[in-house]
C-alpha cells in the first residue's frame, strides 16, 4: 500500500522533489504511469499526486542530483531521447520529468532488456520504445523526430562519439541539451577516470558548453555525468542549490552527505 | 543548396521542397518495415516528386527509400547525408501523440518478436528458462521436504494437492529438457557431443549467443557461467563446464585439470559449430576421452 510522505519542491525539475532523511537526501518523482513498480521502488502520495522513490543507488542520474548536478534535467513538455534504455529503470523516471505532454523516445539494442522495457512503455504512455542501435541512428530516424535532449547511458568505448552522431542526427540546433552518465572503466584501461573524462568533455564540447561535470562517487565507482547545451552553459532558470540540511557547510554535498549502499 | 528532401518518417512519405510547406502521403496502414514492404511509394507521392522543381535537386533520406524512388523516377536522385536528414527531421511536422504511440508500440512489439525468432535466440531463451526453472524447483523440493502435516487435517490435504502441482512441474520441466537438448544439438553439434547439449545450450546463454560464444577463448569458457568466487582468496571455478556431466564422472582432485582440457576443446568444437560448421564430434570425444583416462592414470 502506499504510504503518505511530506515533500518538499526540487530546483531541478517542478515533477522532482525530495525529502530530507537524517544525512541522505531523497529524490522522488511525480509518476507518469501506473503501478506496479518498475523495479521494486517506493510509491508514495504527496497531497493528490503520487511519487515514485528515486534512488541514487539505482540510477546514475539520481546519484548526479545528490552530487549536484548543475546542467540539463528533463524538463515538462519535452521531447528527449534515451540511449541505451535497458529495462527502463532510469528511463521511467525521465519520463516522470517530462510529465505526460512530454514524449521520450527510449532506445535500446539487445532484445531481452527490451522486452522488460515494452512492459514498462506499456503503463507508461509518454515512453516510446525503440529496438535499434545507438551506433546506427539512421536505423531509428525513421521514427524519432527532433529533440529537444539527449540522454545517454551506453557504458561502450565510443560512447561519446555515438552521442555526437546522435545529436547532429536529432538535437535540435538551438538550445538542445545533452547528458551522458560516462562509466570510464569501458573505455579502456591504459587511461585512468580522470583522463577519459577529460577526454570525453573535449569531445562534447565541440558542440556544446559543458556545464561542470559531477562525479557519482560513492555510488558509482568512476563514473561521471557530462553533458551541456547548444549555445548556453546551464538552465535557462540558473543552478539554484539543493536543500540541506541547516548547518552544514555549503557546496561540498559529497563531503557533507554521508550515503549507505542499501 | 535548395533540394527537395524526401523522408519516410511516422509511417507517411515526406515530400519537402523548398519555398512549399511539407507534404505527407500515407503508407499503407498496419504494417511494419519500410517503403519497399509496403509495396512501393504513394502514387500520390510519386506525381509531387514528378512536379518537384525541377531546378533543386531531389534528396532522398535512406538507402531504402533511395532505392525506390530511383526506380521510379526519370531524375537522377542523390542520397541524403547527415545534416540533409537533420534538415529534413526539423521540417516534419508534429506526430500527432496518440497515433504516434500506438504506432511506436506495434513496431517496438513485431521488432522484438524479430529479434526472439531466430534459432540463436530460441535457445539462448531455452536455456535461460531451463535454468530458472532447475532453481525454484530445488527450492520447493527443500521447502516440501521441511514441510510436516498431520494427517486428516486440512495441511494434508493441501500438502497432497500442493505434490500433485509440482508433479506437473516435473513433467513441464522434463518437456523444456527435451526442446533445450533437441535445439542445442540442432545449433552446437560438436559442442554438445562434448560437454552434452545441456551444458552446451548454457554456455550459449551465458555468453549471450552463438558469435559471442565463438569469439571466447578456452580460458573464458571454461569460467562462463560461473556465478560467484569459491572464496575471497580463489579464483571463480564453478561454470557450466565445470558442472557439466562429464566432468562430474572424474575424482574430485582431477576436475579442474579436465575441466580446463575440456574448455580448451570446447572452444575448439564451438568454432566448427558456429564458423565453419564442420563435424569434429568423434576427433573431439575421443580426444575428451582420452585426457580423462591419463588424468585418471596418473592421478593414482
Redesign the interface.
Given at each position: 500500500m502506499r504510504t503518505a510522505v511530506r515533500l518538499e519542491s526540487s530546483p531541478g525539475s517542478p515533477r522532482l522533489r525530495s525529502r530530507a532523511r537524517g544525512e541522505r537526501l531523497e529524490l522522488w518523482t511525480e509518476t507518469v504511469g501506473s503501478p506496479p513498480p518498475v523495479y521494486g521502488e517506493r510509491w508514495a502520495a504527496f497531497g493528490a499526486r503520487t511519487y515514485r522513490a528515486f534512488e541514487p543507488v539505482r540510477s546514475k542520474l539520481a546519484a548526479a542530483i545528490v552530487r549536484d548536478w548543475r546542467g540539463p534535467l528533463p524538463a515538462p513538455a519535452e521531447r528527449w531521447l534515451y540511449l541505451g534504455a535497458a529495462t527502463g529503470t532510469t528511463a521511467s523516471h525521465v519520463a516522470d520529468l517530462l510529465g505526460p505532454d512530454g514524449r521520450l523516445y527510449a532506445v535500446e539494442r539487445s532484445p531481452r532488456p527490451f522486452a522488460r522495457l515494452l512492459n514498462v512503455a506499456e503503463r507508461w504512455p509518454n515512453l516510446l520504445p525503440v529496438l535499434g542501435d545507438a551506433r546506427d541512428p539512421i536505423g531509428y530516424a525513421d521514427r524519432v523526430p527532433l529533440v529537444d535532449g539527449i540522454y545517454a547511458d551506453v557504458a561502450q568505448p565510443d560512447q561519446v562519439a555515438l552521442v555526437v552522431e546522435n545529436a547532429r542526427l536529432f538535437l535540435r540546433d538551438r538550445a538542445g541539451m545533452v547528458v551522458v552518465a560516462l562509466k570510464t572503466s569501458s573505455m579502456g584501461r591504459t587511461l585512468g577516470a580522470p583522463a577519459h573524462l577529460r577526454a570525453s568533455e573535449a569531445a562534447l564540447s565541440a558542440e556544446l558548453e559543458l556545464a561542470p561535470s559531477v562525479r557519482l562517487d560513492p555510488f558509482y565507482r568512476s563514473h561521471y555525468l557530462i553533458g551541456g547545451t547548444r549555445g548556453r552553459p546551464q538552465r535557462a532558470d540558473g543552478p539554484r542549490p539543493l536543500p540541506r540540511r541547516p548547518g552544514k557547510e555549503p557546496g561540498r554535498p559529497g563531503r557533507s552527505l554521508r550515503y549507505r549502499r542499501s | 543548396m535548395r533540394a527537395t528532401l524526401v523522408?519516410?518518417?511516422?509511417g507517411s512519405v515526406y515530400v519537402l521542397s523548398p519555398g512549399t510547406p511539407p507534404r505527407g502521403f500515407e503508407l499503407a496502414k498496419g504494417r511494419t518495415g519500410?517503403p519497399t514492404a509496403q509495396g512501393g511509394l504513394p502514387p500520390a507521392a510519386l506525381d509531387a516528386l514528378r512536379n518537384a522543381d525541377p531546378g533543386a535537386p531531389i534528396v532522398v533520406?535512406?538507402q531504402e527509400l533511395l532505392t525506390v524512388v530511383a526506380s521510379r523516377l526519370a531524375r537522377p536522385v542523390g542520397l541524403a547525408d547527415?545534416?540533409a536528414?537533420?534538415v529534413a527531421?526539423?521540417a516534419?511536422p508534429?506526430?500527432e501523440?496518440r497515433a504516434?504511440?500506438a504506432a511506436?508500440?506495434a513496431?517496438?512489439?513485431a521488432?522484438?518478436d524479430a529479434?526472439?525468432r531466430s534459432p540463436e535466440?530460441l535457445l539462448v531463451s531455452l536455456a535461460r528458462e531451463e535454468q530458472r526453472f532447475g532453481r525454484s524447483e530445488g527450492r520447493e523440493e527443500r521447502a516440501a521436504e521441511a514441510f510436516v502435516a498431520p494427517v486428516g487435517t486440512v495441511l494434508a490435504d493441501l500438502d497432497r494437492r500442493w505434490r500433485q502441482v509440482r508433479e506437473r512441474l516435473t513433467e513441464h520441466h522434463a518437456e523444456l529438457d527435451r526442446l533445450l537438448e533437441a535445439e542445442a544439438r540442432r545449433s552446437l553439434p560438436n559442442l554438445s557431443a562434448l560437454v552434452g547439449p545441456r551444458t552446451a545450450a548454457r554456455l550459449a546463454a551465458a555468453a549471450?549467443g552463438l558469435a559471442p560464444l565463438a569469439r571466447m577463448s578456452a580460458s573464458r569458457l571454461q569460467l562462463l557461467g560461473t556465478r560467484r568466487r569459491p572464496s575471497p582468496e580463489r579464483g571463480p571455478r564453478y561454470g557450466a563446464i565445470y558442472l557439466a556431466d562429464t566432468v562430474d564422472a572424474v575424482p574430485d582432485d582431477r576436475r579442474a585439470a579436465f575441466a580446463r582440457s575440456l574448455a580448451a576443446l570446447a572452444a575448439i568444437a564451438v568454432r566448427a559449430d558456429v564458423l565453419t560448421h564442420r563435424d569434429l564430434s568423434a576427433t573431439l570425444v575421443r580426444r575428451r576421452d582420452l585426457r580423462r583416462e591419463r588424468l585418471l592414470r596418473r592421478g593414482r
Open positions: - | 523522408v519516410a518518417h511516422a519500410g533520406c535512406g547527415r545534416t536528414w537533420h527531421l526539423g516534419l508534429a506526430p501523440p504516434e504511440r511506436m508500440l513496431r517496438a512489439r521488432d522484438l529479434a526472439l535466440e549471450g
